[in-house]
């Protein structure tokens, strides 16, 4: 497996694998593909960027997206979203690898000291992934999402750099 930042070429796999990611997983994102005007873009810069992870076969299985913030009072805080593993992929610490890739690439960024996730709070394997990383919970918003009649809670969880 390979982890690499993702690009424009990589735009129609990462475009596929997070339609698939919304279709089987509704339940664990806080957003849908309706939700915005265009499509999530891929691309780099140093603050922002997506890791794709690449199977042996040379197929994208997995990604992670960071961006810090850029508003001046908020540039110590990163936050780490759009995590999502194929089905077909899971249990090969594949998620693992690229959560330790995000805080590594992060810890080069200077004044960067915090790193922020939100998880949907039944989501017990991501939250459990993210802890066994040094991420902590720090705030809990009881029915944030609602999809049809069902309400989900969020958890909001740091990581201190």
Excluded at 118 to 125: D, G, P, Q
Aim: charged share 25%.
């Amino acid at each position: 497996m390979t982890i690499r930042i993702l690009t424009g070429v990589d735009q129609t796999e990462y475009s596929a694998l997070l339609a698939q990611a919304h279709t089987q997983h509704s339940d664990c994102f806080r957003s849908s593909p309706s939700d915005a005007q265009e499509p999530a873009q891929v691309g780099e810069t140093t603050e922002h960027f997506t890791l794709g992870a690449f199977s042996d076969m040379g197929h994208l299985v997995g990604i992670v997206s960071f961006a810090r913030d850029a508003r001046e009072k908020m540039r110590h805080k990163g936050l780490l979203f759009r995590m999502y593993v194929a089905r077909e992929a899971g249990g090969q610490g594949i998620g693992r690898r690229l959560v330790r890739e995000i805080i590594s690439r992060a810890r080069t960024l200077p004044g960067l000291e915090t790193i922020i996730l939100t998880v949907i709070a039944s989501n017990a394997a991501a939250r459990h992934l993210y802890a066994s990383e040094g991420f902590t919970a720090f705030s809990l918003e009881p029915r944030a999402l609602k999809m049809g009649d069902i309400y989900s809670d969020e958890e909001q969880m740091r990581l201190e750099l």
